[in-house]
């Protein structure tokens, strides 16, 4: 796997593996922590071969956001391998700053810098954040990278499948106890622009290049846990834009006029000591731009010793809504009805703990193309879409 650094990711991995010693004799508390998951994966079967946008279906996306794919193309070890590494300065019981860089085999080994934010614990209940971090959607969005965190092999991509994930700016958290219940309020705020997004190569071709940009990021996130059981819901709403680089015309290429999102994501886990739920439910609306998204999560798991076996369903939809497009936006007579992108995925998984800090998983999935008639059509007028695929895949996680 090839590393590609640029300089500040470069001085964030320095410093994570060579300053604890140095920092040691200044007084600062300086720890790091890593993680690693090396996933191997082959596309089965599925529909006949074709081509989508430069990649080779029947093909099985395991995480949009970073354009994690299965092609038919045989066995291959990158859509789901990954090395991270964090570190912490505690500088005082007050403040600290974190800093996270990933290498992923979906990029070819390039490292890109996730996390670099301070934080300040205003008292025992409130702390107040500042820099980049991940963007709180999800259940798993805090590590969703770390492959150990979760019990499969890859998160189901129509849950956890966007095209912006980190956002720069602040946050306030508040946690609190009510009786037997502990709760955790987050509030932020910020903005993200992400230049030759992988997650648009998907729609537009490999060869394409496109950027993403999410202004006037606002939203909350609640969190309620008691026992074994879980509850979360989050918010979110922003302005939204793209910029193309369309090479059959001449530059400048300029970003799409803004358009609004909002972003609705619900919650539900289960712990038990032998039964293990995850149920997620996620509704985005960008009727501006005639456009609203939804997916729904559940997986269902018995732990057996150090074995958990585990049955997951995911449906996502974009449903396509004409009338309601802001014509400032989009023109409601260019979008096509039957043009929406659909697919379920139905996978079983199975875990086999080997250590406190490391794992074996097997997941086998069944995706189902349910996209539109006139969904990702080709210079001849006939629809592309991913294929009905089948996907076996192995990870072995690991943190430390």
């Known amino acids: ?18 300053m604890p010693n140095a920092w040691a004799q200044t007084g600062i508390d300086f720890s790091t922590s890593g993680f690693l998951t090396v996933g ?15 990649y080779a279906t029947p093909m099985f996306v395991t995480d949009y956001a970073q354009a994690g794919i299965y092609e038919n193309k045989g066995w291959v070890f990158r859509p789901d391998t990954k090395l991270g590494l964090q570190g912490t300065a505690v500088f005082s019981p007050q403040f600290s700053a974190t800093g996270q860089v990933v290498a992923r085999g979906a990029r070819n080994g390039e490292v890109d810098l996730e996390w670099i934010y301070g934080s300040y614990q205003i008292d025992d209940k409130l702390t107040f954040q500042l820099g980049r971090k991940r963007l709180p959607l999800f259940y798993y969005s805090e590590t969703q990278d770390v492959g150990f965190a979760y019990p499969w092999t890859h998160l189901p991509p129509g849950q956890y499948g966007w095209e912006i994930v980190n956002y720069n700016g602040a946050n306030m958290i508040y946690r609190e106890r009510w009786g037997d219940w502990s709760s955790s309020m987050n509030l932020f705020a910020g903005g993200e622009k992400r230049r030759d997004n992988p997650y648009q190569k998907i729609y537009s071709g490999q060869i394409t290049t496109s ?78 731009q005639g456009d609203e998204f939804l997916s729904t999560l559940l997986g269902v798991g018995y732990r057996y010793g150090k074995f958990l076996p585990m049955l997951t369903y995911n449906r996502y939809r974009e449903r396509l809504t004409p009338g309601y497009a802001d014509p400032a936006v989009a023109d409601p007579a260019e979008i096509d009805a039957a043009s929406y992108e659909g697919f379920t995925t139905l996978g079983f998984s199975l875990r086999y703990d080997l250590t406190p800090t490391s794992a074996l998983k097997f997941q086998f999935d069944r995706w189902l193309d349910k996209s539109g008639p006139n969904f990702n059509l080709n210079a001849n007028g006939t629809s592309v879409g991913y294929g009905n695929a089948r996907l076996i895949t192995f990870s072995y996680d690991l943190v430390f």
């Open 1 to 18: 796997m090839k590393l590609r650094l640029n300089g500040t990711t470069a001085l964030l991995l320095l410093a994570a593996l060579v």
């Open 40 to 54: 191997l994966g082959k596309v089965l079967k599925g529909d006949a071969p074709q081509d989508f946008q430069g």
């Open 211 to 288: 950027d993403s940009r999410w202004s006037n990021i606002r939203g909350a996130d609640l969190t309620l846990a008691h026992d074994w059981f879980e509850a979360r819901l989050a918010y979110i709403q922003s302005d939204i834009q793209t910029r193309y680089e369309d090479l059959t015309v001449a530059p400048p290429y300029e970003y799409s006029p803004k358009a609004k999102q909002k972003i609705y994501a619900l919650s539900f886990s289960i712990d038990h000591p032998r039964w293990v739920v995850r149920n997620e439910y996620l509704y985005t609306d960008r009727k501006s």
